[in-house]
């Protein structure tokens, strides 16, 4: 069975500075999509990245971007330039077929 | 666009009766929608998927008899919780897939549910 694990229940972050979250997953399967999601306060579920395992290229979107290591089947999260609105849940996720699987989450504080 | 609508976004009942949550897409047809619980400081659990037309598959452990799922139409899925105890009382999700063969979803805002 697939699953995702995120090791790092909380983390801080200085407003500007750079952070990485991290995240690991299990499957046997060789074409599948990775997310990030963020869900702030409201508890809204928000797509903040997402990845396709046959492209090799890194996907980015503006101060997000990720480090896709298909062979280590590791999937980090690199927020530049934090902003106080960053601050949320996020869930790293993963879907094989079309059920999505995420992970226990990362809460990140953005500290001003 | 990909906008998923939920309602009502918070609603109390009492013990024993039972409560509808239904869940929209409003600028999309979503063939297959999802339902997930989320209680507090938690993750997402998936309780069932649910394809238009059809009966819902539902995950190991989610009572079908208490969760029920009807999926009516390209835009409409609903869940009622059937004789709600307070256990019951938690955070409830709908997502739903913007085209087959896609693995993207798109979230509704949540329904908070507490049961008195």
């Known amino acids: 069975a697939q699953t995702v694990t995120q090791s790092q229940p909380e983390m801080s972050v200085q407003e500007a500075e750079t952070v990485t979250l991290s995240c690991t997953y299990d499957t046997s399967e060789s074409d599948y999509y990775l997310f990030w999601y963020k869900q702030p306060p409201s508890r809204q579920m928000i797509l903040v990245i997402r990845?396709?395992?046959?492209?090799?290229q890194n996907a980015t979107e503006n101060r997000f971007s990720v480090n896709f290591q298909k062979a280590a089947k590791s999937f980090s999260l690199k927020i530049s330039d934090s902003q106080l609105g960053d601050a949320a849940m996020y869930f790293c996720a993963y879907s094989g077929d079309d059920k999505i699987i995420f992970g226990k989450g990362t809460r990140l504080h953005i500290l001003p | 666009g990909a906008v998923v609508s939920q309602h009502p976004s918070w609603v109390i009942c009492k013990s024993g009766t039972s409560v509808k949550i239904e869940c929209r897409s409003l600028d999309f047809q979503a063939t297959t929608m999802f339902w997930y619980r989320q209680f507090p400081k938690q993750s997402l659990m998936l309780m069932a998927t649910?394809?238009?037309?059809?009966?819902?598959?539902?995950e190991q452990g989610v009572e079908k008899d208490k969760f029920l799922i009807n999926h009516a139409s390209l835009t409409l899925s609903t869940l009622t919780v059937t004789s709600a105890h307070p256990e019951d009382s938690s955070f409830y999700i709908c997502?739903?897939?913007?085209?087959?063969?896609?693995?993207?979803?798109?979230f509704g805002p949540g329904t908070r549910l507490t049961v008195t």
């Open positions: 649910s394809n238009e037309g059809s009966k819902a598959t539902y």
């Open positions: 990845q396709e395992a046959y492209k090799q």
């Open positions: 997502s739903a897939r913007l085209a087959e063969y896609t693995y993207e979803q798109y």
